[in-house]
């Protein structure tokens, strides 16, 4: 089963980076739009920024200018670098596929759709 698994969280300052990794372990993606939402404790789960197969970025008006998401393609890693964090930055913040995503492990492939990491936890402190 396709897993999607985040990492790069922790706790700055203000003003301080980070960057979020997201990654797949043990399969390869194809044709997948990738996102990056954020939940902030007692708020809804925002949209945060999106990149599609042929590289096209998207960002939430709240982190433009700010964070910048992209790809490596050789090591099939979706990277969300946050710069000038702001303490309203502070949330979980999730990796999540597209609707038409294809993982292979080996000659094995699947189809998939909105699948989300776990989360990693971003802290900005004022």
């Known amino acids: 089963q396709v897993q999607l698994v985040e990492s790069g969280g922790g706790s700055v300052q203000a003003g301080g980076s980070l960057r979020l990794s997201c990654t797949a372990p043990g399969f390869t993606s194809y044709n997948c739009d990738m996102d990056w939402y954020r939940q902030a404790a007692g708020k809804q789960r925002e949209w945060v920024s999106s990149i599609t197969t042929d590289g096209s970025t998207n960002y939430a008006d709240s982190v433009k200018g700010r964070f910048t998401i992209s790809k490596d393609k050789a090591k099939d890693t979706v990277y969300l670098q946050m710069n000038s964090l702001k303490p309203e930055d502070t949330a979980m913040y999730y990796c999540?596929?597209?609707?038409?995503?294809?993982?292979?492990?080996?000659?094995?492939?699947?189809?998939?759709?909105?699948?989300w990491g776990q989360g990693t936890q971003v802290t900005v402190s004022s």
């Open positions: 999540k596929t597209g609707r038409r995503c294809k993982y292979c492990s080996g000659d094995v492939c699947w189809f998939v759709a909105d699948i």
